[in-house]
């Protein structure tokens, strides 16, 4: 077993014990790192000069016996998260050269833990897109078969804890940017509740959806995360003041009893086979565990992707407005005038996804179109969330597949927005209802491909679906396999 | 044909809130451009907005001094538009449910009747910044732009179009001002922009139902702007439609130099500002008891304090009006009646001297030098009789100068009035001597004469005679 292969658990123990330091086990991280980044490319942006000096205090700290759990761990950041003096890119050319004065709060909560800092992962374009084929710094290669795509938007942050560049990763979930990628890459993926985590310094895309989560090796590291990073933060107004629960204790091993929801409206046809079976799989394995299942209905489904794409790209419309060139990021140069600038700054520091959002959005918005777009489409999110209100009187948590299937080819959906959006379709319902699911290996297509499980639990409820997918964990094997680079 | 002019106001009030909106940052005027600023002031990715509640409170003291009703649950919404000095590409501000709504102010313009106008609505917002241009703050060349305006707190109170002329709205945008800065919410300096206004003016034939066509006119932010921009503006369109033209929808600008108003942007051109709920705020839930802990904090307003001043102190209307204008004003007549003093004389003292005083030297009635515990002093000496009303002039003024108590001066310089009708005499009868002439003209019927005798008297003893003793003595000795 090498250092990188480690578990946050795993190695916080060595660490404790001083069978390893910080410094080695990070040098060893940055070595992995150097070796296979050529043939994945999760990192935007590496920092080792960083990660040496956080390694060094944390064995300081180490030694003077005030160890927290992640203390001297090896992370990294979707670049979508402020880092004071080191560059944030947001994946895009419009922010690459913006370097901040401040940090995210979730990033300052997991330094007062003493964490090191490997570097920025690669995402796609604000956090728009499925693939990470959006980013302005290049695409993202799937640890398990490099000719396709980790999943996105927080591709880099899943394809670095596969590729075991990183113990864990932090990512943003608007859509399912931390699950999907977390499904196709095989690892764990929460995103929870939304108010659970600070977005403050998370540069924004959508405001009422995003959501902080962290993508892990297992499900004991995702909840050692989740106690990092929740919390009320008086920085941000809708981050929502309830005490943060011991997660890790909530890992009991027991789903005896506990009622799992089925959708019926997940289990459609044109499902792909592989990622059918594995449910079929996990519900026999919960079954022989003492888990009852209840058919539930989600009726509004159907309009979920529709009432995403109004609201998400109504507020990035508006979200992406700050970015004029005018007090930082990319500025054109040779402009005539005042709306030249910000014409040619705007057109040549986004991409075409991102381009693509910010119309539909200010077409939504529209004075005229107010009321028939983005109103309906408040409208509907309500439906949707009585929806999981209504299921959830008689269910503890809803089973559903991650994605439609595991991970597609580098370039097969990217000219066709429709189809590249609706791989969302299993987890957008979950951001517009505004409640936590995760991600949690379930089996692996016949090419070898991972395919993730999705557990929905009731708002603030991530105790009960970490225990539930710690549960699972501990009756497969799924979690263990590892992508050979 | 005869118009008649129909106006509305949307006045923009600065909060004087220590810290901005949105974020901690001062709100201070006149700092080194962009030095009070933060990621959220900024703009800057990844920063969020946090309600300062000290702007909600100001918000319903507003409120509930114009006779608004407050909205239980009301919401920030997003105003977007690209501006340099708009640094999030939107301005958060309210739409849909804002903090006030349903209030009304009643005006008086002098000979008319009282008329009550209608207030839509009061809503939050913060300020953009500004730009600089050339070579200022020591910029070489182009614009910069100042942040340290950005995300100070506004309320904007817009009116109904309930105003018929010019004189209404100027009325109307005055008590308004008096609200705002008896409350201690706005420093009301217009100059540095604290209290500005638009007005929405537009015509329509006597009798008329259907209003015509308005303008919106920016930057008028004066009294006297505001009387000469909506007189331009009235004018312009009543020739216009009296030429066979039409009135079209537009924002114009008024020029202070020309006093005219010039398009600025037509409809067409009209900014579509997509409003929409921001989402990083979440709903403003005001309860009844914020309400009420907030009304009873509320000073006593100028038009409550203004009646009161006519039936505790039996104050003219006129008198009581100008006692009002402004809170500070008011509590020092107060602090000079509750020493006792004679209100009417209180009264007479702050609308002449003090107030001649206050605009000779450019001071504020806050920082007088007088206080009144000096100038009930004063009028006590004159009430005793120690000097008289005009010999009390000359000792105000000392006062005002030196800071000096009335006593030490009238004692320092001989002020002390002469009652006596020994001395007095002496002086009369050393008058009459000398004006034998007059005295047989007075005497032979010319009554107006007696004034002359006085003032002959009253300037041989220095002004210190008692004019009444000089009157009393005088008419005796005239008569022979």
């Known amino acids: 077993m090498e250092l990188f292969d480690l578990s946050i658990r795993e190695l916080h123990s060595k660490l404790k014990s001083k069978e390893v330091s910080s410094v080695e086990a990070t040098g060893a991280m940055l070595a992995r790192i150097e070796s296979v980044e050529p043939q994945i490319g999760s990192f935007i942006t590496v920092t080792p000069g960083q990660a040496m000096a956080d390694a060094e205090a944390a064995d300081k700290r180490i030694a003077s016996g005030e160890m927290d759990l992640l203390t001297g761990i090896p992370l990294a950041l979707k670049d979508i998260f402020l880092t004071e003096g080191i560059r944030t890119t947001c994946g895009s050319r419009i922010l690459s050269n913006f370097v901040p004065p401040y940090s ?30 959006s980013s302005a710094f290049g695409m993202v290669r799937n640890p398990w078969d490099t000719t396709r795509i980790p999943g996105g938007s927080s591709g880099g942050s899943a394809s670095a804890v596969a590729a075991r560049q990183a113990t864990a990763t932090l990512g943003t979930d608007t859509g399912g940017s931390i699950r999907q990628p977390a499904s196709h890459c095989g690892c764990v993926g929460l995103k929870p509740t939304y108010g659970r985590v600070s977005r403050y310094g998370v540069i924004a895309y959508a405001s009422s959806l995003d959501q902080v989560g962290p993508l892990t090796r297992d499900v004991t590291d995702c909840a050692i995360m989740l106690g990092a990073l929740a919390g009320h933060d008086p920085k941000d107004s809708t981050s929502v003041n309830t005490p943060v629960p011991d997660y890790a204790a909530a890992l009991t091993g027991d789903v005896k009893g506990l009622r799992i929801g089925l959708p019926k409206e997940y289990f459609i046809e044109g499902l792909d086979p592989d990622v059918q079976t594995a449910m079929s799989q996990a519900i026999e394995t919960y079954r022989r565990m003492g888990a009852e299942f209840v058919d539930i209905s989600l009726p509004h ?33 040779e402009a005539a005038n005042l709306l030249d600038m910000y014409v040619k700054s705007r057109s040549q520091g986004f991409g075409v996804e991102v381009k693509r959002r910010i119309m539909i959005g200010t077409y939504a918005l529209s004075s005229g179109y107010y009321d028939a777009y983005y109103v309906k489409a408040q409208k509907v999110r309500t439906l949707i969330m009585r929806d999981f209100i209504r299921a959830f009187e008689g269910v503890d948590v809803i089973l ?57 639990g009731k708002p603030f409820g991530e105790e009960t679906i970490l225990r539930a997918a710690h549960a699972f964990e501990q009756a497969t094997e799924w979690h263990t396999r590892k992508a050979v680079i | 044909m005869k118009y008649q002019p129909v106006i509305g106001l949307e006045v923009h009030v600065q909060l004087k809130t220590e810290s901005k909106i949105f974020c901690g940052c001062s709100t201070a005027f006149g700092s080194q451009p962009n030095s009070q600023t933060c990621p959220v002031c900024l703009g800057l990715p990844g920063a969020l907005p946090v309600l300062n509640k000290k702007v909600v409170e100001f918000a319903i003291k507003a409120g509930l001094s114009t006779n608004c009703s407050i909205t239980p649950r009301s919401i920030f919404a997003r105003k977007n538009y690209f501006y340099p000095d708009l640094p999030k590409g939107y301005q958060i501000s309210q739409f849909e449910d804002p903090v006030c709504q349903h209030g009304w102010l009643d005006i008086q ?35 910069g732009v100042d942040l340290n305006r950005a995300c100070t707190p506004l309320l904007e109170v817009v009116s109904e179009p309930d105003l018929r002329s010019s004189d209404e709205a100027v009325a109307y945008l005055k008590q308004l001002h008096q609200i705002v800065t008896w409350l201690g919410i706005c420093d009301g300096n217009m100059e540095e922009g604290s209290f500005r206004c638009d007005a929405n003016v537009s015509v329509m034939p006597v009798g008329a139902e259907k209003l015509g066509t308005r303008a919106e006119i920016k930057n008028v932010n004066s009294f006297k702007f505001v009387k000469l921009a909506i007189e331009y503006e009235i004018q312009r369109q009543i020739d216009l439609i009296e030429d066979g033209g039409t009135v079209v929808q537009e924002t114009r600008l008024f020029d202070p130099n020309s006093g005219k108003t010039r398009s600025m942007r037509g409809k067409e051109e009209a900014h579509d500002y997509r409003y929409f709920p921001d989402p990083d705020l979440v709903p403003l839930v005001i309860d009844a008891d914020w309400i009420e802990r907030t009304r009873s904090g509320l000073p006593e307003l100028p038009e409550q304090r203004r009646q009161r001043f006519m039936t505790e102190w039996a104050l003219s209307a006129y008198d009581a009006d100008v006692l009002t204008a402004s809170r500070e004003l008011a509590d020092y007549f107060e602090s000079c009646v509750a020493l006792q003093a004679n209100a009417k004389a209180v009264s007479n003292w702050i609308m002449g001297e003090i107030t001649r005083s206050l605009n000779d030297s450019g001071t504020t009635i806050d920082s007088c030098p007088v206080t009144p515990r000096l100038l009930v002093e004063l009028l006590k000496l004159i009430e005793g009789g120690t000097i008289s009303g005009k010999i009390a002039k000359t000792v105000f003024d000392e006062m005002w100068r030196s800071g000096k108590q009335p006593s030490a001066i009238v004692q320092e310089q001989g002020l002390v009035q002469v009652s006596d009708s020994g001395a007095i005499e002496a002086i009369i009868d050393e008058i009459l001597a000398r004006e034998a002439g007059q005295v047989q003209e007075y005497r032979s019927g010319k009554d107006k004469l007696f004034g002359f005798f006085v003032g002959q008297v009253m300037k041989a003893s220095k002004g210190k005679a008692n004019p009444a003793v000089v009157n009393e003595l005088l008419l005796g000795k005239l008569k022979g």
């Open chain 1, 301 to 333: 489904t159907d309009y979920a992707v529709a009432t995403y794409y109004l609201i998400a790209t109504a507020e990035a419309s508006s979200n992406l407005a700050r970015y004029d060139g005018v007090r930082f990021g990319h500025r054109a140069e």
């Open chain 1, 400 to 456: 559903t597949p991650v994605a439609p299937t595991p991970a597609f080819k580098i370039g097969e959906k990217v000219n066709d927005p429709l189809q590249m959006y609706l791989s969302d379709i299993f987890t957008i319902p979950v951001n517009l209802a505004g409640t936590c699911a995760l991600s949690v290996p379930a089996g692996f297509s016949a090419d070898g491909l991972p395919i993730g499980l999705q557990l929905i």
């Open chain 1, 104 to 133: 995210a709060t979730a990033y300052e909560k997991l330094k007062e833990q003493g964490v090191v800092l490997l570097g920025k992962l690669n995402q796609d374009e604000f956090a728009m897109g499925s693939s990470n084929e």
């Open chain 2, 109 to 143: 313009v002098e000979g008319q009747e009282t008329k009550r106008i209608g207030i839509t609505r009061i809503h939050m917002e913060e300020d953009a910044g500004k730009l600089v241009h050339g070579d200022v703050s020591g910029l070489e060349e182009g614009s």
